[in-house]
């Protein structure tokens, strides 16, 4: 699997688990509407690490950088 495929397909778990969890806890607490959507798209968005590439005399890098990281997070 090439690491291009590995940052998206990483993200995109991290994106959805986010997403899962804190519409679970916001469903515990409030009736299901409009905001049981949006505020956890939202926190998901934020939270979950971001795609990022890095051009280097290698070639490109590829990593996940995060809000709770100071240095991507290669791989």
Do not use: D, N
């Not at 795609?51 to 809000?67: A, D, N």
Request: charged fraction near 20%; proline fraction near 7%; aromatic fraction near 14%.
């Amino acid at each position: 699997m090439s690491p291009k495929i590995r940052v998206f397909l990483i993200y995109g778990v991290c994106f959805t688990a986010l997403f899962l969890i804190t519409r679970f806890i916001l469903l515990q607490f409030i009736e299901q509407g409009v905001w049981t959507t949006f505020v956890p798209i939202g926190i998901a968005m934020v939270c979950s690490p971001k795609p990022h590439i890095e051009e280097t005399e290698k070639g490109r890098e590829y990593g996940l950088k995060s809000i709770f990281l100071k240095t991507p997070f290669k791989l």
